[in-house]
């Protein structure tokens, strides 16, 4: 396999953990008022993610270093065209951060409601908006022959766009609702697992309308395939959570998320970002770094990626056990 197609694959799996794992607190975040009915139990569901948050971004920052590493064309293109919805998704996670550590330096309750609207609002936007910049990737988005996007903001709303972001939103709330149902006792507990089996089958919904969207605009046998698998999984998924199998049901929505984004990079190869002018698109070959630098970051992949998965994997380990409003002190 050619070094262009290993770094494809690659992103593809590091976007991949990203949303899985930043999908369920993504989730968390926006079911804070609606699952937390009082401070004490915001704070259970606040400390359910409490370890975990930040470090699930890093997958999000390796995967932008190792396009910004392996494929500059992409990567410049991207973040040009897409300025204004990714600068969003920065303050949002910014915003985001900042209120968990700043909700609880004063007992003020109009100070920690300020900080739980931001958590909100920090935790709904990033996932809307990368379920539309997802949707605008695989369609493609006009491109000159220089590769540089030609659109305003208003072009990356379109309807199929849109569903994408819907799409993101709805499958996080689930994988949140789901992930609160296994970490998380009593009434918390309950109110998910009944939240998640709702917001689920919107989820489905939406899920299965804009994969068989997606799979007409661009399409292969992996890409039907992977969907098929999805939407599958998500079944199972729900299925779980309504016998209150949470561990089975995490792995079903997590399944649906990651077979999901495989699903649109799959449909994409060899593109990395089509041009619906018919010219000036990017593909893994006309986007890549040189043959010298892709073995460079190959041999670095190799050493440092099995060290960042185990650190990663200690710290779910260390924090694995159920909490609830007892463990939470007044």
């Known amino acids: 396999m050619e070094l262009t197609t290993v770094w494809f694959v690659l992103i593809a799996v590091l976007f991949t953990g990203y949303f899985i794992l930043e999908g369920f607190d993504f989730g968390v975040g926006i079911l804070l008022p609606a699952l937390g009915r009082d401070d004490r139990e915001r704070r259970v569901l606040i400390n359910t993610i409490g370890p975990v948050w930040d470090g699930n971004e890093v997958w999000l920052i390796t995967a932008g270093g190792a396009m910004f590493a392996a494929f500059p064309e992409w990567y410049a293109t991207l973040f040009s065209g897409f300025y204004l919805p990714l600068l969003l998704i920065l303050i949002a996670l910014i915003l985001r951060g900042v209120a968990f550590e700043y909700r609880g330096k004063r007992p003020d309750p109009t100070w920690k409601a300020r900080w739980d609207k931001a958590i909100v609002v920090g935790s709904a936007a990033p996932a809307i908006l990368w379920g539309i910049a997802f949707a605008n990737i695989t369609r493609g988005v006009p491109l000159d022959t220089n590769h540089d996007y030609t ?25 949140g609702a789901v992930f609160l149902a296994l970490k998380t006792t009593g009434d918390v507990r309950t109110r998910a697992n009944t939240l998640a089996g709702r917001a689920g089958l919107l ?73 619906t002018l018919g010219s000036g698109g990017l593909t893994v070959d006309n986007a890549a770094s040189s043959p010298y630098t892709l073995k460079i970051m190959t041999w670095v992949a190799v050493v440092f990626t099995p060290l960042v998965l185990l650190y990663q994997g200690w710290t779910y380990w260390v924090f694995r056990k159920r909490i609830g409003v007892r463990d939470i002190p007044d």
């Open 151 to 175: 659109g305003g903001l208003l072009d990356l709303l379109h309807p199929y766009a849109l569903l994408g972001g819907l799409v993101t939103l709805t499958l996080f709330v689930t994988h």
């Open 203 to 275: 989820a489905l919904l939406a899920l299965a309308a804009f994969l068989v969207w997606t799979l007409t605009i661009r399409t292969s046998p992996a890409a039907v395939a992977l969907a098929a698998v999805a939407a599958l999984a998500l079944i199972g998924g729900l299925a779980a959570n309504r016998v209150r199998r949470e561990g089975w049901a995490f792995l079903g929505t997590a399944t649906a998320i990651g077979l999901t984004v495989a699903t649109l990079f799959a449909a994409l190869f060899p593109d990395v970002l089509p041009s």
